[in-house]
């Protein structure tokens, strides 16, 4: 996952990658980060442990956060799991912690969103990942659809600094049976006006990667090895090209609205 995810925006297409701090590899990446300062690298607030046998827990010790973890000590596979036994002052704690551990690892944040979605489908959780992120003058994913989802109105609960999303896009499962490449051509020829938020997971179909995802098809090594393969070719810059998007940055946002 980081080196497809440092080839694709070193020599691709992509403008942005955010880092999982809980995982195993964080050092790697965060050790890119340091001697790349100009990358757009933000956090994927981590409250899930999904796969079957690469796991992690949370980096706030467990005593302190124990509606976090399972028996195992993991963090809880799916997200129905962490609702049902997680507080918001847990779920608060941890996302600050991995803001704060990310910065001891020499990582300038540029953004912070959410892994699985798991802080951003419950409204107490949604309002700790938002007050982390002001208090750290880091923007946050924010879909505009959200307030419905949640149903709120989102303008009660944002600021003037914080930017939503206009649109989402992200493959389904039934894109990857049908070709990953022809849904995002096809996906870039008809982005509406606004800001539009592309979901990609990059990385090699490998051993390591194909260890990683066992047992789950759905955005899998076969599948991230397609994202890697399309947003790292020339027909993608080709794409956007011609659609005249404009690829831009969180950290274009951190910093000209969020820190100005």
Not at 33 to 60: F, M, N, R
Not at 138 to 155: M, S, Y
Not at 177 to 191: D, P
Not at 222 to 241: G, H, I, T, V, Y
């Amino acid at each position: 996952e980081n080196a497809a995810s440092i080839t694709a925006m070193d020599k691709g297409s992509v403008s942005s990658a955010s880092i999982m701090v809980p995982t195993p590899w964080f050092p790697e990446i965060a050790a890119y980060a340091q001697t790349h300062p100009a990358a757009d690298l933000g956090l994927h607030i981590t409250l899930t442990s999904e796969w079957k046998y690469y796991k992690w827990g949370p980096v706030t010790a467990k005593e302190k956060v124990p509606g976090l973890v399972n028996k195992n000590g993991f963090l809880y596979s799916s997200v129905d799991s962490v609702y049902q036994t997680a507080s918001a002052a847990e779920v608060e704690t941890e996302i600050r912690n991995q803001v704060i551990r990310a910065k001891q690892f020499g990582v300038d944040p540029t953004h912070l969103d959410a892994h699985m979605g798991a802080a951003l489908q419950r409204l107490d959780y949604f309002r700790a990942y938002l007050k982390v992120g002001h208090e750290f003058k880091i923007p946050v994913f924010i879909p505009r659809i959200l307030g419905a989802g949640l149903k709120v109105k989102l303008d009660t609960i944002v600021s003037d600094k914080d930017v939503l999303v206009d649109h989402i896009l992200s493959a389904s499962p039934q894109d990857f049976k049908t070709g990953l490449a022809n849904f995002y051509t096809n996906s870039i020829k008809n982005v509406k006006p606004g800001l539009t938020y592309l979901i990609i997971h990059t990385a090699y179909n490998d051993d390591e990667m194909r260890a990683v995802t066992i047992d789950h098809p759905d955005w899998g090594a076969a599948w991230r090895q397609e994202d890697f393969d399309f947003f790292s070719s020339p027909e993608c810059k080709k794409a956007l090209s011609e659609n005249n998007i404009y690829v831009i940055t969180w950290k274009e946002i951190r910093d000209k609205i969020v820190r100005k």
